[in-house]
């Protein structure tokens, strides 16, 4: 099966890390653009970050700007997401996604979607 397996969640307190990994089953993550999105109860999920497959060229939502940062390293077929000063509002399922398109693509465009990973960012 074609799709992403996303681990590194956890309950943290304000004011911890995390580090996410999403490593890519049965095919290569090269070539890819990968996004870190993320759904909170009752909201839409959103584009976290995303990382360019030609050039590992890098961006985030405004709101993890300075505190998340995104990686790849395609020996391992994987993707991390460095999530440094949580806040409460960071709480969320965790996926990430790929496409053959750049990381501009609407949502549609995203495919190999794993189950996710739950981060809950609580006292």
């Known amino acids: 099966q074609l799709q992403f397996v996303e681990s590194g969640g956890g309950l943290v307190q304000p004011g911890g890390s995390l580090r996410l990994s999403c490593t890519a089953s049965?095919?290569?993550?090269?070539?890819?653009?990968i996004r870190w999105f993320r759904q909170a109860p009752g909201k839409e999920r959103e584009g976290v970050s995303c990382?360019?497959?030609?050039?590992?060229?890098?961006n985030y939502v405004d709101s993890v700007k300075g505190r998340f940062t995104i990686s790849r390293d395609n020996a391992k077929n994987a993707v991390f997401l460095q999530m440094n000063s949580l806040k409460p509002e960071d709480t969320a399922v965790y996926y990430c996604?790929?496409?053959?398109?750049?990381?501009?693509?609407?949502?549609?465009?995203?495919?190999?979607w794993g189950q996710g990973t739950q981060v809950t960012v609580s006292s």
């Open positions: 996604a790929a496409t053959t398109g750049d990381c501009s693509s609407p949502r549609s465009f995203y495919r190999y």
């Open positions: 049965g095919f290569t993550l090269v070539g890819y653009d």
């Open positions: 990382i360019s497959g030609s050039d590992s060229s890098t």
